[in-house]
């Protein structure tokens, strides 16, 4: 029950594209996440693997050893490597990065972090929110099956609700 009417709220208070006003995040949005393809994939993994392949990633973490989304990750980008740690992506749900070892306010710039399942319950949402309100979490986007942070320390803190 708390996820559907977290959807309601969700699609009251989301936006498209010509709700962004960041031009980093609209190109985001309408060249990567709105682009068509024939991805037949989750939502969250689609959210990936376009996002790896649209900023050109070279390495990807999984905070959990995940070998179907290892291996869907080496079929549709062939050149990236899977690595434990630096690198360019870092996938998992909100669990998995309360877990691990990450150290968040040490993460690059480039760093993109991709969380699975931020509405799942009203634990996951909240946890959501703390890691937005962190100083080195530059810009989220929550696309309420996932949610997208980067790190970008030359861009204002932001933080987006887009319906996909």
Not at 60 to 69: F, K
Not at 75 to 102: A, E, R
Not at 132 to 147: A, H, M, N, P, S
Request: charged residues 25%; glycine residues 2%.
């Amino acid at each position: 029950m708390f996820r559907f009417i977290s959807f309601i709220k969700f699609c009251f208070s989301a936006t498209n594209q010509h709700g962004v006003h960041s031009p980093f995040v609209y190109d985001y949005v309408t060249k990567c996440l709105y682009k068509k393809n024939k991805l037949r994939l989750p939502i969250t993994e689609k959210v990936l693997i376009k996002s790896i392949s649209y900023f050109d990633y070279k390495t990807v973490r999984l905070l959990v050893n995940n070998e179907d989304i290892a291996q869907k990750i080496k079929t549709n980008c062939p050149t990236v490597s899977l690595i434990n740690n630096n690198s360019d992506v870092i996938f998992g749900n909100i669990n998995d990065l309360q877990s691990s070892d990450l150290e968040i306010h040490k993460l690059k710039s480039i760093t993109m972090l991709v969380v699975d399942g931020i509405h799942k319950n009203k634990n996951t949402l909240e946890r959501w929110e703390r890691l937005k309100e962190l100083d080195c979490v530059r810009v989220t986007v929550d696309i309420f099956y996932c949610g997208v942070v980067f790190f970008r320390k030359e861009q204002v803190k932001e933080h987006f609700k887009i319906r996909i």
